[in-house]
């Protein structure tokens, strides 16, 4: 049986989202157990006549972290927040995941307090699985926990991805990792992203070079390694791009009549680029690097949505990623430090 622990009062809608979701994923997976971590009477008053479900559990705690409240001030004050306690419950072992579509930066904050990292990993990632050409997936991280980034965070990052990708689909023994760059050139970039490309080619990884921002559609790569503010702007732009487009056909469709029967007659083709692009379907980023496994849900994230991020909780755990990962990252710094001894070059150490 797998448990997943949910903050039911994150996220921009809370208990109108967290509840629903909840019941209906129950419903799809008989093998969960769910612990609802928040205010009891009101995730009670939600549940209605479900609250007594068998593979329910509450969590009662006294406060909620504020969407746009500081992250500091939630790990200090917030003690007995519904974000904090679920994140306690993978620690104490009551749950194997926790979910959340609360403010990222006090999530964050509080997951690695709470978790600690990995060893060998200065500072855990967001990671996210994209769609990509002929029905694959590419990882890509950072998406937005670490802004400023060294060449060696850059590398870890890069060990943390390819680990994710090989444990979640263990038919790609070597991942294939790029670089974000401005330009697949050697010379591109700035000095981290030259000291990084460095770092990346000298490991043991399949690094495959610099990729630029197309590469993860392209299906010429599976895990993209950036910085936090590049990686949350190109996923922004994604976001924002894939929204436009579909404005813009239903525009189009409706201009006319004669373009009202074409989208008649176009419809199963609409419905399948629909389904293929819709974004609820890639819900769930994980924070990866940390001793345990936390999906960070979009905030604004409806009821479909957050039953992908729980999904990709549950897939997580089923897949036994997180030993894989442990294991995988402590081989690789291993190899690395085998690498600069013989180079009389001192391996990167987290900062």
Not at 64 to 91: C, H, W
Not at 318 to 336: C, H
Request: charged share 20%; aromatic share 6%; glycine share 12%.
């Amino acid at each position: 049986m797998i448990t997943l622990a949910i903050d039911a009062m994150g996220g921009d809608a809370g208990l109108t989202v967290t509840i629903p979701a909840a019941l209906e994923f129950l419903q799809a997976k008989p093998d969960t157990k769910l612990i609802l971590v928040g205010d009891e009477p009101s995730i009670r008053n939600a549940l209605g006549a479900h609250a007594g479900h068998e593979r329910l559990h509450i969590v009662h705690t006294t406060e909620v972290v504020g969407m746009d409240e500081a992250p500091q001030s939630a790990l200090k004050n917030k003690k007995d927040s519904s974000m904090r306690i679920a994140i306690t419950q993978v620690k104490d072992g009551a749950a194997q995941a926790a979910v959340s579509a609360g403010n990222t930066g006090a999530l964050m904050a509080t997951a690695r307090f709470v978790l600690k990292t990995l060893p060998g990993i200065d500072r855990p990632a967001i990671a996210k699985f994209m769609p990509s050409k002929g029905g694959g997936l590419a990882l890509m991280l950072d998406l937005g926990a670490n802004v400023d980034c060294s060449a060696a965070q850059l590398l870890q990052f890069g060990v943390m991805g390819g680990e994710l990708f090989g444990a979640m689909y263990p038919r790609s023994s070597q991942p294939r990792i790029g670089l974000l760059n401005v330009g697949t050139e050697d010379i591109k970039g700035g000095s981290v992203i030259k000291e990084a490309h460095q770092l990346l080619q000298n490991s043991p990884l399949n690094f495959i070079g610099n990729v630029e921002g197309d590469a993860v559609f392209s299906g010429e790569v599976d895990v993209v390694v950036a910085d936090g503010f590049t990686g949350n702007a190109v996923l922004k732009a994604i976001e924002g791009a894939v929204k436009f487009i579909g404005g813009v056909i239903r525009e189009e469709f409706s201009r006319n009549w004669l373009n009202k029967l074409a989208a008649l007659l176009a419809f199963p083709t609409l419905r399948g680029f629909k389904n293929r692009l819709d974004p609820r379907k890639f819900n769930g980023a994980i924070f990866l690097g940390l001793r345990g496994i936390v999906i960070k849900s979009h905030g604004g994230a409806d009821v479909e949505a957050f039953k992908y991020a729980l999904l990709e909780a549950y897939h997580e755990v089923e897949s036994g990623s997180m030993a894989k990962i442990e294991q995988g990252i402590a081989t690789q710094m291993a190899r690395l430090n085998a690498a600069a001894e013989q180079t009389e070059t001192p391996a990167p150490q987290p900062q």
